[in-house]
C-alpha cells in the first residue's frame, strides 16, 4: 500500500519542475492530488497523464487570493478534504543584486514565492485543521547560505523558511504540521531559465554539478521523494524542519 492512501494534497505549481515530479510521486504514493498552476496548457498535458478521479487541474495566479480561495474551493467539491498544502509555486528570475533590481521585479518575486503561502493559509488553513493535516513549503538552499546576484529570490527563500517555523508554532495545537523541502541546484525550467541569465551560462553545467559534493546537480524526483516522506504518517513528529535535499552543498569551505 501506498504511504499516501486516502491523502488529498493540494500543490501549487504542481505542472511542471519538482512541482510535477511531486505531483507524480504523491499519486503513485496512493494520494488524490489538486494541481493549481497558472500554465493552462502545462495542465492540459498533465490532465491526460492521470485518471481523473486522482487529478483536478485548477488553473489559477497564486498572486491572487480569489484564485486560490476558488482552488482550495474546487478541491474540497472534488475530494470532500483537503490533508496536505504544498505551496511550491515559485520564480526565481531576475537574476541581480539587490540595487539593479527593480521594485516591480522584487514585488513579483514576493507575490509568487512568498505571498502565495498567505493565501493559501489564509483560505485553507481551516480544511487543514479538521483533517490534522499538514503544509509543506519548497524553500530553497540560497535561503540558508546566500547566493550572489540573485538578491530579490534569495530572501523571498530565507523568509520562506523562516514562515516555515513561525507556522509550526502556530498551527501545532491543531495538530497540523508545517515543513519546508529545500533543494539546492536541481534540473527545472526555471533552474534553466537561471543558467541563460548568468554571465558564463556554458560554464554553469560544470559549476552545478561541483557545488554538490556528491558529484551531480539531480533531477526533481529526488526532491519529490522527501516531499512524500514529510507529507506522510511516517513523519507525523516532525514539524518546523527545514530539510536540506541538496547533495551536501551547503557543507565545506567553497573558496
Given at each position: 500500500m501506498g504511504v499516501l492512501i486516502d491523502k488529498v494534497i493540494f500543490l501549487t505549481g504542481g505542472a511542471a519542475g519538482i512541482g510535477k515530479e511531486c505531483c507524480k510521486a504523491y499519486l503513485k504514493a496512493?494520494?488524490?492530488?489538486a494541481v493549481m498552476d497558472s500554465d493552462e496548457n502545462a495542465l492540459k498535458i498533465l490532465a491526460?497523464?492521470?485518471?481523473?478521479?486522482l487529478l483536478?487541474?485548477?488553473?489559477g495566479d497564486v498572486r491572487s487570493g480569489s484564485d486560490v480561495k476558488s482552488a482550495l474551493?474546487?478541491?474540497i467539491e472534488k475530494f470532500d478534504k483537503i490533508d496536505v498544502i504544498h505551496n511550491n509555486a515559485g520564480i526565481a528570475?531576475?537574476?541581480k543584486p539587490l540595487d539593479q533590481t527593480s521594485e516591480q521585479e522584487w514585488e513579483g518575486l514576493f507575490a509568487v514565492n512568498l505571498k502565495s503561502v498567505f493565501w493559501t493559509t489564509k483560505h485553507g488553513i481551516d480544511y487543514l485543521k479538521q483533517s490534522r493535516g499538514c503544509i509543506l513549503n519548497t524553500s530553497s538552499m540560497v535561503g540558508e547560505i546566500g547566493q550572489e546576484n540573485h538578491a530579490a529570490y534569495v530572501a523571498t527563500k530565507g523568509a520562506m523558511s523562516a514562515l516555515t517555523k513561525a507556522m509550526a508554532l502556530d498551527y501545532a495545537p491543531f495538530g497540523v504540521r508545517v515543513n519546508a523541502v529545500c533543494p539546492a541546484g536541481v534540473w527545472t525550467p526555471m533552474l534553466k531559465k537561471w543558467v541563460g541569465e548568468q554571465p558564463n551560462p556554458g560554464e554553469i553545467e560544470s559549476?552545478?554539478?561541483n557545488i554538490h559534493p556528491l558529484g551531480y546537480c539531480p533531477e526533481g524526483d529526488v526532491i519529490a521523494d522527501v516531499a512524500v516522506f514529510l507529507i506522510s504518517d511516517a513523519a507525523r513528529f516532525v514539524t518546523g524542519n527545514i530539510m536540506p535535499v541538496s547533495g551536501g552543498a551547503e557543507l565545506g569551505y567553497k573558496r
Open positions: 496512493g494520494g488524490k492530488v491526460t497523464e492521470f485518471p481523473e478521479s483536478l487541474t485548477c488553473a474551493e474546487k478541491t528570475s531576475p537574476s559549476y552545478l554539478n
